[in-house]
DNA sequence: CAGTATCCTCATCGATACTG
DNA sequence: CAGTATCGATGAGGATACTG
């Protein structure tokens, strides 16, 4: 039984999925495994999540400590985003779902 | 790009975000790892999740290859789920959610 | 550029009851 | 036991427009 910032897990799994389970976080700590990138070149690697939607999932995984925001005081506004060293941790999990991901498509896809 | 019954993929990520993304899914394959269950069984282990979504879930994932359904002709009736040879694949990435699960708990988190 | 603000849709999931 | 049927809630995410 762990307790996070107030909210009871049982389970190390459950850990996980809360901070990452749902439609795009897992999209978006993905991209960001390949170093930092601007609010807008997220939105242009997703066409498909809204503007809204990204920034909201930003600020939640901020919020879980998975990622870091670092504001560029210039104009026009620059703002980065960054895996922190906690969020670098989903690398093995991300190679491991990659990995699957390709031996799925194998079995019972084809590649074009 | 893979296409996979007629739905196309840019990238092996997305191929298993396809199949396991949502609420629980994740859960009932890792529950599944242990080895075959009943669905009486899988219902106790997540109370929180409704027979009916269970159910569903477990169609949605013998669909996807993930999960053999197999049912004992007897009375009363009994059907026990398993993984695939496919489904089994998920191993790794089970184990390296569970991994960053410890250590997330361990860093932001208290065990009690 | 990097967001917010509104308003809205729709899929997902829940509660409850019923059946072969 | 292993589901299905119905109805209903809800909230995540979308569309669009606007701002510092």
């Excluded at 978006?28 to 999932?57: H, M, N, W």
């Amino acid at each position: 039984m762990y307790k996070i910032e107030n909210e009871a897990f049982v389970c190390p799994m459950e850990v996980t999925l809360h901070i990452l389970n749902d439609k795009w976080k897992m999209f978006i700590v993905y991209a960001l495994l390949d170093g930092p990138r601007r609010f807008k070149d997220i939105c242009e690697k997703f066409p498909k999540i809204t503007q809204k939607t990204i920034s909201q999932k930003l600020k939640e995984l901020e919020a879980a400590h998975m990622v870091n925001r670092v504001v560029y005081p210039q104009v026009p506004p620059k703002v980065e985003y960054s895996l922190s060293e906690t969020g670098k941790r989903i690398e093995p999990m991300v190679k491991a779902m990659f990995d699957f991901g390709v031996f799925y498509a194998e079995t019972y896809g084809c590649v074009e």
